[in-house]
């Protein structure tokens, strides 16, 4: 059974910084492509934000290009993303799945909250 389980989510004032985590279990982590996600509050569709390859190669959407970085652990099962200069409009619930195949089961996410 696929896990995950997100963490470093927090309140943060506008221009801050924080590193969230994502433990994996039951998959070949190593094979997966992986995908940060966000949910807006009062949104029910979850937008992905940043992704990394298997192999290591990164892409972001435009509005975090620069201040996001999406990097893995193949050896801890963990992929992680460092959000820097965080703006209020980066408030949300925070998980993460694989990208480009079907989802797995979502774990519960990790909330961000940017105060202006």
């Known amino acids: 059974q696929v896990q995950f389980v997100e963490s470093g989510g927090g309140l943060v004032q506008a221009g801050g910084s924080l590193k969230l985590s994502c433990a994996t279990s039951?998959?070949?982590?190593?094979?997966?492509?992986m995908g940060w996600y966000r949910q807006a509050p009062g949104k029910q569709q979850r937008d992905v934000v940043a992704?990394?390859?298997?192999?290591?190669?990164?892409h972001y959407v435009d509005s975090v290009k620069g201040r996001f970085t999406v990097s893995r652990d193949n050896a801890k099962n963990t992929v992680y993303l460092q959000m820097d200069s965080l703006k209020p409009e980066d408030t949300a619930v925070y998980l993460c799945?694989?990208?480009?195949?079907?989802?797995?089961?979502w774990g519960q996410g990790t909330q961000v909250t940017v105060s202006s």
């Open positions: 799945n694989v990208i480009d195949r079907a989802y797995y089961a």
């Open positions: 992704w990394i390859t298997s192999g290591g190669k990164t």
């Open positions: 039951g998959m070949v982590f190593s094979g997966e492509h």
